[in-house]
């Protein structure tokens, strides 16, 4: 694979690497090279092949754990404008009272745009590399992530405005076709989804039309899924089955379907997901935060289904950092089923990489270190009081590192962030253009439930 | 109480106060006056008194969210060189063939002092500003306490090597009045406490003998209480009834006993702990790990019971950092009881500061913003993307923040950390200290789990 003389764009060497990947979990003291977007070799530093590289740039990352980057399977970005207007309260309360009328009254396609930069800002920060969304005006997102140079699968979103009427399903489907044309090979960064919002908010017609699409074009088709008690008691009322079973009826469960949150599947509905190929986004933080419930882990692995994290939106989490993502799936996962060895450190570690990229249909092209992958891979500063000493990476990962200890973020082979500053955004900008979005909302008296 | 011109050694002023106090909970652009270690006053910046004052030094806190240190109820903070060896195990593996092992080979006095000086820098870079500890040669981790500048209240352990076989009391009885002595009103930073180790490893005799020494001396008296449904068990099997009623009948139940983690008590047993006036030390992320259960803060708040938060020890956490412990705190504490208005961020905070100051009988000394109390305060750098914006400081504590956001913290009136730099250790020091005596452990075939 090597020539007699390699040229590299960026040559990564020292510190540790946990690459995810089958063989070479571990590797002390690699050398990794990056060519042109993707990996070209990941090795040891003693490599002799190495003699015959020639690196345009080279990182030292003595000191750091190299790692893929993180893959955040469900987001609603924008809602970082959101976060904190409203916690701690009812989860009907919470989205009939504050979430929806906000969006009502705040969402616009610059509102979108403008809070998705500030998102990608805390993302890349926090070592996430991939997210994938849901939202209103989801192609402001998109460009968002483009421009600033983060991979990103965004799922135009489908909710029906007359549910349970039917809508305009040719509409729909338009829709759904333009999104996808629209975002379809137009940059390697980029793959669309789309996203039905649940089987309480869509009706089934949409669902099936919205999955035919998705069908056709090979793109992944989200859903909310069981993530609530109520929910399941209103399909069923609905539709005389829980809501696993009544996609199942419909015929749109199957390998390219993600099921977001998945926390009210009775054991034969794990088997009905399993049987199916349908893969698992887990968001246990916001699963808490709202008093949802958990989602059975143990079982959907043992069952061989696919799980990935996601944090969620930023109004029900606080915050889309993945490292306390991880840490709250493996404890709350222990916990729950009052089990120690369940959901380990290294599962929870293989759902945030190579698990999320599964998930997204992506595993054989990001979330682990492997030559021929994408290159997004991120650096954690392991020369810090709370990260000394190092026993075993994956548990010092998981429940000792958080987002704010990742270094160096490389995506597509690019590194958008260097010693914690970010090369692709202005971080001042971002962060003042939402400080105004927030402004508005705070002098709204139906939102200000705490104004200092 | 404001001279004709006085002088403060430092005055902090602008940003955002979080004070935790009864009154002027929160104030904006707030000027915090500071003398001889305590605070003389907290005002708006607009009050007219601050034209008498003379600062020898101002901080700039715009930008940032003053509130009070935290408070760590429970650590064993010589365990951070353990932390990561053993993860994912079942308890009695993980103690057994890990945790006691190692401590008995590897923990000395020299190891207990290195290591708690690299747990010290955790914590201050975390925004901890007060500890109560326990472990074995505790008066090494009260030294390196009092030299890094971090108010410590070291609890003296006691274990009965022969249990169930009672123990030389007379020696036990010694060593507790000793250790009271030596650190008693040795420094406004020390307070002593003694630890019995649990009911299950401390003799009856042993646990009234140094209850009866903190009673005496009038300092608290700690003991790890109810964490496991089997310590529950054994405890029935050995007297007959359930730990906290295994203490009521030998009368060490009262204010002045801070019971640790009280996961498995009854509404019975929570009306115990409320008549007594018991402290409640709540380690939620140790208690997860362990998948020891979940302690029924709802049920002991609601019973006025004073519960402070605790990470435990970081080999079962596996970090020392307070915010953690705060969001998960809340996040377990909903889900536990499918209820997301319970324990809340306001709650959470009040458990983090003052009320982790009344479980260690400091309430009226720390853990509020208030004249006359110690300055024991952090600074959190609001300006970044993930706190950005900010509705509710509360929750954006406690849902968003990370112990990375803590930008400078003052103890006893000192900096002992600005911008993120510790200003009263050397911290690649006390790093390499650990990673020293961790290689030691690694080399050992009998913990090194694993071995990149």
Redesign the interface.
């Known amino acids: 694979m090597i020539q007699e003389t390699e040229k590299v764009d960026l040559l990564i060497r020292g510190g540790?690497a946990l690459t995810l990947a089958e063989e070479k979990e571990?590797i002390?003291n690699p050398a990794i090279g990056i060519k042109a977007e993707r990996i070209l070799f990941v090795e040891k530093d003693d490599w002799e092949g190495l003699r015959q590289i020639y690196a345009k740039e080279t990182i030292d990352a003595s000191g750091t754990l190299i790692m893929p980057g993180l893959v955040n399977t469900h987001t609603h970005v924008p809602m970082?404008?959101f976060?904190?207007?409203a916690?701690?309260?009812?989860?009907m309360d919470?989205l009939d009272r504050y979430i929806f009328p906000a969006e009502k009254k705040y969402v616009n396609r610059e509102m979108v745009y403008t809070s998705a930069r500030?998102a990608v800002?805390?993302m890349i920060?926090?070592g996430t590399t991939t997210f994938c969304d849901g939202y209103f005006f989801e192609s402001a997102v998109a460009e968002a992530a483009l421009e600033c140079g983060i991979r990103a699968v965004p799922g135009a979103g489908f909710i029906d405005p007359a549910f349970p009427s039917p809508p305009d399903l040719t509409k729909q489907v338009e829709i759904a076709r333009r999104f996808v044309e629209r975002w379809a090979g137009r940059s390697g960064l980029t793959r669309p989804a789309l996203f039905c919002h649940s089987p309480y908010t869509c009706t089934p017609e949409t669902i099936s039309a919205v999955k035919e699409v998705a069908r056709e074009s090979g793109v992944p088709f989200l859903i909310h899924l069981s993530e609530t008690r109520d929910e399941v008691e209103l399909t069923k009322n609905l539709y005389g089955m829980s809501p696993v079973r009544h996609l199942r009826r419909l015929g749109v469960l199957d390998g390219n379907t993600v099921a977001i949150h998945a926390v009210w599947v009775d054991d034969e509905e794990v088997e009905i997901l399993g049987d199916h190929g349908v893969k698992v986004s887990h968001c246990p933080?916001s699963?808490?935060?709202?008093?949802?419930?958990?989602c059975p882990v143990p079982k959907l692995l043992e069952r061989s289904v696919t799980v990935g994290l996601g944090t969620d939106g930023?109004a029900s989490?606080?915050?889309?950092?993945m490292f306390?993502e991880m840490?709250?799936a493996?404890?709350?996962g222990?916990?729950a089923?009052?089990?120690?060895?369940?959901v380990?450190?290294?599962a929870v570690l293989r759902m945030a990489t190579i698990g999320g990229a599964a998930v997204l249909g992506m595993e054989r092209e990001i979330g682990s270190l492997e030559p021929g992958k994408h290159a997004d891979l991120i650096l954690v500063d392991l020369?810090?009081?709370?990260l000394?000493?190092?026993?075993?990476?994956?548990?010092?990962i998981v429940?000792?590192a958080?987002?704010?200890?990742v270094k160096t973020a490389i995506i597509a082979g690019r590194v958008v962030m260097a010693d914690r500053h970010l090369m692709t955004l202005d971080?001042e900008a971002?962060?003042a253009g939402?400080?105004e979005?927030?402004?508005a909302?705070?002098k709204n008296p139906s939102f200000s439930?705490?104004s200092?």
């Open positions: 540790m571990i002390l970082v404008a976060k904190g207007m916690d701690d309260l009812p989860l919470w500030l800002a805390e920060l926090s933080e699963n808490m935060k709202l008093a949802s419930g958990i930023a989490n606080n915050d889309l950092d306390g840490d709250k493996a404890k709350v222990k916990v089923g009052m089990d120690p060895t369940a380990s450190a290294k020369k810090k009081p709370h000394t000493p190092m026993y075993n990476p994956y548990s010092h429940y000792a958080s987002g704010a200890d971080v971002a962060m939402v400080a979005i927030a402004e909302v705070k439930r705490f200092p």
